[in-house]
Structure formats: C-alpha cells, structure tokens
Antibody
Framework: EVALVESGGGLVQPGGSLKLSCAAS????????MTWVRQAPGKGLEWVAT????????FYMGSVEGRFTISRDNGKNSLYLQTNSLRGEDTAVYFC???????????WGQGTPVTVSS | DIVMTQSPDSLAVSLGERATINCKSS????????????IAWYQQKPGQPPKLLIS???AREFGVPDRFSGSGSGTDFTLTISSLQAEDVAVYYC????????FGQGTKVEIK
C-alpha cells in the first residue's frame, strides 16, 4: 500500500528556514515524479514544486523560486523541500504527492504544517 | 499561467439529488500527444488530504463510486455527482496539468 508521510513542519520566524521531509513506501519511489502542494489555512490548493525521477529536473512556482529547493534521495525513498527566507504568506500545510501520467497527483500524504510568525 | 475557475463556490444539494460542479480553464488543456484533456478532479474532506477522483477529464480512479463522473472538452469541464450521499460532503477541486499544475479555487458541497 502506498504511503507518504511528511515531517519537519513547525513554527518559524520570518526569514527563517525549515527542511520538510516526505518518507515514501509501498511503491518504487525512484520510478516516479514527486510534487509538493501547499494549502494556506482555509484556502485552496497551490502547487509548489516538482522533481523528476532522477532529481535532475526541478520546477517551482514563481513566488518560491530561489527560496525553496526540492530534492530527493532515492536510496532512502525520501523527498525533501528546503524552505528558506520564509514569509508569512508561506504559512500552510505542505503535502507531498506522487505524480503520474504527466501531472496527476494520485497519492498524497497527510501534510505537515508550517507557520511563519514572529 | 493557466487559470482555473470553478463555479459555484458552494452548493447545497438534497440527499439523492444531483450535484454539478463546473470548471473553466483560461486556455485549452487538450494535449495532442495523448488526445486527452489534462483535467483531474480531487475530493478533500475536512482534516484530510485531497483524494484523486477522476483524471484525464473522465477516467474514474479505481474504487471511486460510479455516481462520480467527469465530462467536458476545450476549456469547460464538469464533475457530476449523480445521487449525493452524506459521505460526499467535501470540497472539490479541478486541476489542469497541461502546462504546469494549477487548481481551481474549490467548490464546497453540503447537504440541503
């Protein structure tokens, strides 16, 4: 059974950093693209970043480009999101998701909350 | 960026009645390479992550009840719940994957 478990969220001051992790199991992690999506409190879903199977291609939404870095370790079946220079508008629950068929997100984790506040 | 606009923002439907959610993309999401419209629908219940219901406009995922159906082409797409059940209360999102990934703002479905 496919499982994605995020961790690493928390309370951080503006300008701070957090590294989010997503542990994958139940599928061949190295075969699939992976994506981070976030959801601000009471708001909708917002795509954040995507990485290909080998980690050689990465894609970001405009407002996080240069501040966030998506990466993966296929040997550890893990996905990461390094978040730097955090702002209040980055406050959200961050979900990792498996991406298939060119952009469809078929499995999601439960999410890890990030709160940016002084 | 392709903008996805859902309507209505919320709707209340009686149990057993039909619920219809519309999704409009700001440009065509038809992929000639696979002859498909790159539209997916997700269901999100309170406190849970989104769940994929339908991909490629109308392909229901394994285990999704057949009261859920998707249709549409070009820039206009629809998710229909043919006979609303209590467990269908949720927020529903459309998503395009033709160019990057963007979601609609969500439609909240409640029981009347």
């Amino acid at each position: 059974e496919v499982a994605l478990v995020e961790s690493g969220g928390g309370l951080v001051q503006p300008g701070g950093s957090l590294k989010l992790s997503c542990a994958a199991s139940g599928f061949t992690f190295s075969n699939d693209w992976m994506t981070w999506v976030r959801q601000a409190p009471g708001k909708g879903l917002e795509w954040v970043a995507t990485i290909n199977q080998a980690g050689s291609e990465t894609f970001y939404m405009g407002s996080v480009e240069g501040r966030f870095t998506i990466s993966r370790d296929n040997g550890k079946n893990s996905l990461y999101l390094q978040t730097n220079s955090l702002r209040g508008e980055d406050t959200a629950v961050y979900f990792c998701a498996r991406e298939v068929r060119g952009g469809i997100l078929d499995y999601w984790g439960q999410g890890t909350p990030v709160t940016v506040s002084s | 960026d392709i903008v996805m606009t859902q309507s209505p923002d919320s709707l209340a439907v009686s149990l057993g009645e039909r619920a219809t959610i519309n999704c409009k993309s700001s440009q065509s999401v038809f992929h000639r390479s696979n002859n498909k419209n790159e539209i997916a629908w997700y269901q999100q219940k309170p406190g849970q992550p989104p769940k994929l219901l339908i991909s490629w406009t109308s392909a229901r995922e394994f285990g999704v009840p057949d009261r859920f159906s998707g249709s549409g082409s070009g820039t206009d797409f629809t998710l229909t719940i043919s006979s609303l059940q209590a467990e269908d209360v949720a927020v529903y999102y459309c998503q395009q994957s033709y160019s990057g990934k963007t979601f609609g703002q969500g439609t909240k479905v409640e029981i009347k």
